[in-house]
């Protein structure tokens, strides 16, 4: 069985910072892309970033410039770097590893706030 776990999430200030990471256990031969979602209340789950077995990344052009995503394919792990938070960035963070089939985290809560 495939578990994802995230991490770091938690409240911060505008402006500040926080790194996520998500890691992934289970019994399976390799991870494809890998990617960051969120989810704000009463809004649809959108696509934050996402990053390939090679390292290719993209980024929703809200984030472009102030988060960057990584990974290390040996850990099994994924990270989000988010710098120069805003309030709008408020969100349910979840993770995403594609595998045989789309694995989900349970996600993990950043809140931006003064």
């Known amino acids: 069985q495939v578990q994802l776990v995230e991490s770091g999430g938690g409240l911060v200030q505008p402006g500040g910072s926080l790194r996520l990471s998500c890691a992934v256990s289970g019994r399976f031969l390799r991870i494809n892309d890998m990617g960051w979602y969120r989810q704000a209340p009463g809004k649809e789950r959108e696509l934050v970033a996402a990053?390939?077995?090679?390292?290719?990344?993209n980024y929703a052009d809200f984030v472009k410039g102030r988060f960057t995503i990584s990974r290390d394919n040996f850990k099994n792990t994924v990270y989000l770097q988010m710098n120069s938070l805003l309030p709008e960035d408020t969100a349910v963070y979840y993770c995403?590893?594609?595998?045989?089939?789309?694995?989900w985290g349970k996600g993990t809560l950043v809140t931006v706030s003064s």
């Open positions: 995403n590893a594609q595998i045989s089939m789309d694995y």
């Open positions: 990053i390939t077995r090679g390292g290719s990344a």
